[in-house]
């Protein structure tokens, strides 16, 4: 039973758009939240994190939004560029105690030129 | 970037031999992590480490264990390796709970 879950295995976008990835949760004691970029044969870079005492984080072109509530979190990039072609991965902490995170299965984006 | 190597980069190996994947850092972060990525699965928690001696089992830990001696070491062993540990593995770093993780490079597995 996945407790992360990136539903879209794919995803492509014109440069200057906004590119929005997703990622749903089911474990309501989740309170911290990381979102990766990985490039080919490299490993994952950390690129903006939340915590579940805020609604939004923002760094630069990136912006992560948290809804509680819904048990959602999402990753906004604005404007895209092709160097962000890459798959993210969303990762969630803070559950049962322990300080584990879980990753989703990764969102492959395609940043088209 | 954290100051994460790992050793070796590729290895290709036989079912049943033991292998072993060293993860080394020089940031002296306590905490320290061994997943596996697969198709269809992200990265999954295989064990971590909260510091020297004192490591603890992820959600794939069967078939693996961990050792660490050094803060700054941090070895993965797959006693008797078999095909479905064919895989890329990643080692991260983190200062502390919580905090963000920093990755190595990873070690691209196979077990022919």
């Known amino acids: 039973d996945q407790q992360v879950k990136q539903n879209s295995p794919s995803l492509s976008v014109q440069e200057g758009r906004i590119s929005i990835l997703n990622c749903d949760y089911t474990?309501?004691?989740?309170?911290?939240f990381l979102w990766y970029k990985k490039y080919p044969a490299e490993g994952p870079t950390f690129l903006i994190s939340?915590?579940?005492?805020?609604d939004k984080n923002e760094d630069g072109r990136f912006t992560v939004f948290l809804n509680k509530s819904a048990k959602h979190l999402s990753l906004h990039i604005v404007p895209s560029q092709p160097g962000d072609s890459a798959v993210y991965f969303c990762?969630?902490?803070?559950?049962?105690?322990?300080?584990?995170?879980?990753f989703g299965t990764g969102t492959r984006l395609k940043v088209l030129a | 970037d954290a100051g994460i190597t790992q050793s070796p980069r590729h290895k290709v190996t036989e079912t049943g031999t033991p292998v072993t994947l060293r993860c080394h850092q020089t940031?002296?972060?306590?905490?320290m992590y061994w997943y596996r990525q697969d198709p269809g699965h992200g990265l999954r928690l295989i064990h971590y480490?909260?510091?020297?001696?004192?490591?603890d089992k992820g959600e794939v830990s069967d078939g693996y264990s961990v050792s660490r001696s050094k803060t700054e070491d941090f070895l993965l062993t797959l006693e008797s390796a078999t095909s479905s540990q064919t895989s890329v593995y990643f080692c991260?770093?983190?200062?502390?709970?919580?905090?963000?993780?920093?990755f190595g490079p990873g070690t691209r597995l196979t077990v022919l």
């Open positions: 480490s909260y510091g020297v001696k004192d490591t």
């Open positions: 940031e002296n972060h306590r905490y």
């Open positions: 474990n309501s004691m989740f309170d911290y």
């Open positions: 939340i915590s579940s005492i805020k």
């Open positions: 990762a969630a902490g803070g559950a049962s105690g322990t300080y584990k995170y879980i």
């Open positions: 991260a770093i983190s200062e502390s709970i919580l905090n963000e993780q920093f």
